[in-house]
């Protein structure tokens, strides 16, 4: 069950004869990465054109809205808020009008230390619209006296901490840009065109590139500053290749898509591999291994592999989920719930069941799923997560709630087990996740989980 | 994949406090059954109000629409058009101010003489506005002069031939009719109040109930007639009992919801027994059973157990899917699919691999799927249908293709195999489909798979 | 200052082939006969095609509307509710699939006996949808077994009783049918096309041949029957001629645009008549004469001629009222007024005026524009009414106020006076009402004013 | 006829406690000077709120946008489109959020070198949004290191040249400031309310002041900076006192509602008058004088007092206007004029009629109402201007076609007659014009009629 929400992905695309409509499809495929808002800047003949709105990609965009964005490259964005209100005005690709000319910038990420930036730049006059700290950047860009845009951001990359996965379309040309931590993805493309040509593809995630029929090239690497105009592509750094990266493992538990490839790992395998650790770490006699769905599915899979329980589709979830939702005044039991998921009585009577969810972050919707799962019938229910207990929230572009809403960050395993009424609970292991995705602490931020940030945080832990 | 759409879901409701938003409800857990329309009629101190609209039931009825129903009892309706015009006269409930008070009446299924009865009854004056065959019963309700609607149903179904489940509502009672054949479910539950009445529920499936908190108590009776009033809970027929029934087995293959039982059975399980025998009568040697999401599921869980072949997720299905998609000009392969279904080339490079769908229509959607899993990089593939050759089109409310579009009313398997690109294909036989929903000939309308359809089809036949 | 709305305009069209955009434009030329819906019915080689919906003329038909209503012939309709809910269904033209074809009707006016007949064909169970009277006809139309329509127009005319101007389209013909005693207006006319052809034209006002620039030919007579086919023009009778008539005065008075000719009467004229009588019947001594803007202008240009007194703008109307208009919480003094009217100070400090309206009907509008125009320091505010005082509510197509809120059914000029706190009020004599339309109390319908109803009112004139 | 387009409204108001209602209707009120887009800001305890849109002030602020515009102070604009093109982020009031606090700024007039000013601001790094010349004043503010925004305003205004009304909110104070030649109005008043309290209102125009129940008190003068505090009024100016004043004699000629005191000056007055001086200048014999309605009533009642010929209503105008209308696609003649107005053959059959216009642009429109009158009937027609020749373009905020399109600017007023087939054709003077405003060519800016610029052009003449 859904209980985060990334800030967002990206799209960028050059030299496409139907540049706004790839990057429609683009921000269509990572919808899933931030239903609030969306927008789309072309660039035809070195003039920008931008359409945004809020709500989903396919009601933002009706068809003339793709006919008037012209031209032959385009960035895109879908959006989560994080920092910043849900307003028109936070809407991405933010855009200005520059002296060098137009700019458009789309962010994945957060920077921690925008509030420091924003008013050192609002002392010296400069004027905020948006309430985002994507806009920190715009203004580097526009004070910095260079019409060298590579300079420019090299330049504002001394000044900017935090996680950003950039992609920025100018008059000229279409840049990628990742911190040096390498927190969140940013994949490059290629998509062979129908008149012998080919154009470059950037994107948050792989699946983008199946749904335009692009090619998977590389991950645009932590620190690299990688661009294309019409000479063709350039690759330069913002800073030194380090050993400590930042990759977020939360992509892999929880975020991307399952059939993406995010960190050049497989999505599906890495959750399907949780599952089959967290069989081997906390297995436990049952009839049956149920997913919480969508997100339960592919680590159950894993579990019912490993562990030679039978899997089953115990819950059914109710995909024509509206986009606004009339309750009920009088009480039905755990309601909110029941709308998505249903639990089979016919699959679940009698039964020992084993139920796995990708990850437990205030405990309420647990409980009720539980309950539910118990009013179907079922004797026995263990509840597994496949990640380890949330203990802090994220500084990084992820939208979590404060710690005090952490219940793994007040609460013992045990205390957790009692208030979701489980008969037992277990959580994979750090250990066992970083296994998973075959990495170590010193490559993944796992600071939600381990408390171990990467980056000065500027005072933001005393916010939450 | 969704290749039929069935012809709607009815619902009712009889003295609760909060009648229409349990309709909403009722109808919203019915989705699947009718996107088209949806339309609530409530009943409130003898007279009804309406509320019917184009869309989605989340979209049909905002906040203030449910406020405006009130009253304690109401009925509901979602609609795929079969018969009539997508048009605002044509959505459900109908309605009509009888002399005898005001009518709404909510069908399921679909009258196979409806043509014959709207020209005789158009011949004697009567003034037709939607171009459905429900209307018909309208009329013939309008024009017997007795005031006893029970005796007046009674009447006119003598006259109307064919599938009817049918919700009802007057100014003083909750009818529940399924024709004499049983084509269609309907089925009768029971919600306990917060006050410590309750109140009577009717719904197509029994997902309905589980959604507003209601237990099942039994299926109205084929030939039944059923009616709730202030005095209580009534029974009559409008037919004998016969021992030839012809309930809908695509209800079991593909239309209901696997969470819901129809005709007394889950269908979730008689699924994954369709995907067991199918392995029992198909079976090949692979690397992995997939299904094509979401309806394959099961079946597909079905024959990886029967079979000791391992599951995967092989296919991805998105399911943000928006109202309206904007297509590219520029051709990109198979991309109708690809929107909603990503084959996982992580999964499937180098695989046999066995795909599950829930049975074929035209065989195009089938061939780009095996396309893209093949693109993919699976070595072989082998395709399983969990249910037999589709031959003839439904005249009983399934809105299906004519005969002249589907494929196996004219090719052979092997045929049929060549033109999806298959390696191999098989069909589950009318014997294991029967075996599955353990049932026989007699009980259950196969029409669309064997052509034996159980009544006169008044020249319909000839119109597909 | 409007206080009555008429029930509605009807156009009609054949043989154009622009039909339904001379529809659309005949309808917007009537605009001012009724603002909460319109309707557009258009035949196109025989069959029938509709687009109707709430609001004004030019919400309802975007441009697709029209392109969808093609064919050579088509009627409309636009509508204000005398009775009838304002919903959907009632929404005219209204449209039925006869036996003999489709056909749809608009109707101006209002049938007294509709209740008696609705009863009776209920009772014969025909089944009615809209609450208003039109549909009556409808069904006279569909029971009867003959498929000549003027003949069956001619029997259904011996049953209907009161107001009816018809414009009304089969699958072959436009009809135009008047009542009897001509209550309400309709006009014929021809359009010279392009192509040398000739097209004809039925309209309730003349300002709609204006704009499409048609020719007036004559008035439907009161009692005729007016088709055109393919074999051209034919006229017929529903009725002897008769020597009473019962032409509304109040088109006249108030409802008709000035630029219209209605009754072969110029209402400019007609309206300046009133005023240089009222003048006459009771003059006053004063600085200027003022309208109420703007249906009291052209009696208060008739007025000042035939006084000598000038004629001066005092108030100021805004024609920038928007659909819904937010009222401030606090109260500002007759801000419902102020909103439309805004009385000059600098124009009518220190002054004796005259002001000038075309009716008065509760009094309380006249009352706020009398302290209005006080507080712009006018010294002396004599009222003027270009019509007799209003005594009675109207059943032939007016939607007027109940009697009880008619202020001259229950009080004396002097106690309306002292109500609206004029420093005088005069009222225009019924005689001199009828001398500016040249006509006699046996040609026109004057019942609001004198009581005397030309048809029996089956019991309609106790509800009121 | 219309063919101006002022740039717009604005409004402020402090101290009351339906700030942003009484906005909406100050809004309303002087929605004819700009009907584009419309916006509110109010202030609600040192917080700003915004509410903007496209279209008319009706239809931008939906009743629950003025729940959310809490506070006791408010600004507000209506907008017609000079300079910026028309986009949402050109919608005032602009805001910003400063250094010293949240700034909005509302706007009548235009400034003649903001081109300048914007390209100086972006080689300094300013980001610039809208493309409007209103933008320029917020950086002047934003990068003024002082927190004193009167400071900066007065030091601001060295920069800027041209014309403007402000209407500007901070955090603690609404400020007023007119250019110090006085081209667009600002109007002061007050407001008793209900809680014995005064809030202070600014307006354009003074019919804002009569909707709310607010009294006038003065003009804010040219070069005046007036603002209101917690501790009341304080006025302060931005330059000396100048005798050269400009005061735009247009919108004494057509923009104001004659309903306004503008300048100090009655403008239905001022127009009456013109007419007056009209008829003593080109006086001729005919049989009435007829105003194109509505903008040249005023004229035509002063110039039918004048000439004692008879003042009639011979065209008549339809206010029923809706926001998209469609056109016929066959040719009807003069069909664009028609729409609005339409002449009254009965009235006009046979007569000499003097047509009297408030002025006269490019021609077309006066010619076809010309062919309309002629149409009607009309013997002979003489066309009256009650302005002078218009010959060159605006640069301080009123939207005029391009000089070439001028036909003053390029043909004789015979030529003009002829082109626009008039009998006759005569203009007021300018010593007429002025003789009518009481005033004198150094108070006014009549550029548009005699080319004399009040100010530098900065290369704005070459554009047009």
Request: hydrophobic letters at 40%; aromatic letters at 8%; a neutral charge.
């Amino acid at each position: 069950m859904r209980a985060w929400h990334d800030k967002c992905a990206v799209f960028g695309i050059w030299n496409d004869p139907e540049a706004s409509r790839m990057a429609y499809l683009g921000l269509y495929a990572q919808q899933h990465r931030g239903q609030e808002s969306a927008g789309i800047v072309s660039l035809n003949q070195g003039k920008q054109i931008a359409h945004k709105g809020m709500g989903l990609v396919g009601d933002v965009f009706p068809a003339e809205s793709l006919d008037r964005l012209e031209g032959t490259a385009a960035i895109g964005h879908t959006r989560y808020s994080t920092t910043g209100a849900s307003s028109q005005l936070n809407i991405q690709p933010l855009t200005a009008d520059l002296f060098s000319g137009p700019v458009a910038v789309a962010h994945n990420g957060n920077l921690v230390n925008a509030h420091e930036i924003r008013q050192k730049l609002q002392e010296q006059g400069a004027i905020f619209h948006a309430t985002n700290d994507t806009e920190c950047l715009l203004h580097l860009l526009a004070r910095n006296p260079s019409r060298d845009i590579i300079r420019c951001l090299q330049e504002a990359s001394q000044e900017i901490v935090g996680a950003y996965s950039f992609a920025i379309l100018t008059h000229d040309r279409l840049v990628g840009v990742r911190d040096p931590l390498g927190f969140r993805p940013l994949v490059l493309g290629r998509r062979k065109l129908e008149n012998g040509g080919t154009s470059f593809v950037l994107a948050s995630e792989t699946c983008a590139f199946d749904l335009i029929g692009a090619q998977y090239i590389r991950e645009i690497e932590p620190g690299e500053i990688w661009w294309v105009d019409e000479n063709g592509e350039h690759s330069a750094r913002i800073a030194l290749k380090s050993d400590r990266l930042a990759k977020c493992v939360f992509e892999q538990v929880y975020f991307a898509r399952p059939d993406s490839k995010v960190f050049s790992l497989s999505v599906y395998e890495s959750r399907k591999k949780m599952g089959e650790i967290l069989s081997q770490e906390s297995g436990i006699d049952a009839d049956m291994v149920i997913p919480v769905p969508d997100s339960g599915v592919p680590a159950s899979i894993g579990y019912a592999k490993q562990s030679g329980i039978p899997f089953e589709l115990g819950i059914i979830r109710n995909h024509y989920i509206g986009r606004t939702f009339i309750q009920p005044s009088q009480s039905i039991r755990s309601f909110g719930v029941k709308i998505k998921l249903n639990p089979q009585s016919e699959i679940l009577k009698g039964k020992r069941v084993i139920v796995i969810d990708d990850s437990l972050v205030r405990g309420t919707t647990s409980q009720k799923i539980i309950r539910l799962i118990r009013q179907a019938g079922a004797k026995e229910v263990h509840f597994r997560i496949a990640s380890p207990p949330t203990t802090g929230p994220c500084f990084y572009g992820v939208d979590t709630p404060a710690k005090s809403q952490l219940i793994a960050a007040h609460q013992s395993v045990d205390e957790i087990r009692k208030f979701i009424e489980a008969d037992s609970l277990a959580y994979l292991s750090i250990e066992g996740m970083m296994r998973a995705v075959s990495g170590t602490s010193s490559e993944f931020c796992a600071a939600c989980f381990d408390g171990k940030y990467p980056t000065p945080l500027f005072g933001l832990e005393k916010e939450l």
